[in-house]
């Protein structure tokens, strides 16, 4: 079975849900004028951990994938918790730099840690939890015809930092550098988020790639959306690896997971109100799907990204 499918039989059992229904990128209740925002999100070594990666960048990595859902959401992060399946060849060397990396990932967003166990697993599982709280909640859900696409950051490092590893691709050590940053060690956007919480209508975070949170982004609010493609942020390296590659740098863009920027839609006369750097990338329209618009031309957007036991197109799994 597929994720999305896996997902859909244990929906239609569990009846019980928060006070925002399950299907964002965090579920939630409402405290009083508060909404307490939680979500989990598991790394597992076979499918999340390349080898080039420090045990103190898995770490880092399994805090930042449960707080980017938490930023993307409008939240404050405000705790972590975690459970740690642990694997009988794991060295102490590595467990402790996982701690280490932990702590450092901890620090860096400011948050405290509440509760953490153990166990035996065939696998290395770090499975995370984290809380946050908001005043206004940003859902998929909430995009409306006649607002901007917007994104944080750029995109495509993660992906062709993968592509770089696993070719074995002779780059220079800056381009690198550049996609390795990116690849082994993201930072979620949490100002970014709680900035956002203010002004945009929607938001979802780029961890199954660009292309499917879009996908997800119009189908949850109802309406289609609008891709400018020589509008994407495309970062730096990108262009040299697709070359190298024969590949599209831009589907390069749409395909890379794991980048954890925020996809937001905002109002126009709203834009001028965000204070940090980003690029508008399209436009919410009236109607179903999710288009590339280049040339007086509009075609469906390639359905590209990552799905757990999935069959979308991807390049870095």
């Not at 990595?61 to 972590?80: L, Y």
């Not at 400018?228 to 024969?246: F, K, N, Q």
Request: charged share 25%; hydrophobic share 45%; glycine share 10%.
């Amino acid at each position: 079975m597929r994720e999305s499918e896996i997902i859909e039989l244990f929906l239609r059992h569990l009846k019980r849900q928060g006070d925002l229904p399950l299907g964002d990128d965090a579920g939630a209740l409402k405290l009083g004028e508060r909404w307490l925002v939680a979500t989990n999100d598991m790394l597992v070594r076979k499918t999340d951990v390349p080898d080039i990666m420090t045990p103190e960048q898995v770490g880092f990595k399994a805090v930042t994938m449960n707080v980017s859902d938490i930023a993307s959401m409008g939240a404050r992060p405000v705790g972590f918790l975690f459970s740690l399946g642990v694997p009988q060849d794991l060295s102490s060397d590595y467990l402790e730099g996982i701690a280490r990396g932990i702590g450092e990932v901890l620090d860096f967003y400011g948050l405290p840690v509440l509760s953490a166990d153990t166990n035996e697993a065939d696998d290395l599982i770090v499975d995370g939890i984290a809380l946050g709280l908001a005043e206004r909640l940003l859902t998929r859900s909430g995009a409306k015809p006649g607002e901007l696409v917007c994104v944080t950051g750029d995109l495509g490092r993660s992906l062709a930092g993968y592509l770089v590893w696993r070719k074995g691709l002779d780059v220079s050590d800056a381009v690198r550098n550049a996609l390795y940053e990116k690849f082994l060690q993201p930072r979620a956007r949490v100002e970014e988020g709680m900035a956002l919480s203010k002004v945009a209508s929607s938001a979802i975070d780029v961890s199954d790639g660009l292309a499917k949170e879009l996908y997800l982004l119009a189908e949850m609010s109802g309406v289609g959306i609008e891709v400018y493609p020589e509008r994407l942020p495309i970062g730096e390296g990108v262009d040299e690896v697709a070359e190298l590659l024969g590949l599209d740098p831009v589907e390069v863009a749409l395909a890379s997971g794991e980048e954890f920027e925020l996809v937001f839609t905002v109002p126009p006369n709203l834009v001028d109100a965000i204070d940090f750097e980003f690029s508008v990338i399209g436009r919410v329209v009236k109607g179903p799907g999710v288009y590339l618009v280049s040339d007086g031309k509009r075609k469906p957007l390639p359905r590209l990204g990552w799905e757990h036991m999935g069959n979308l197109k991807v390049y870095n799994r």
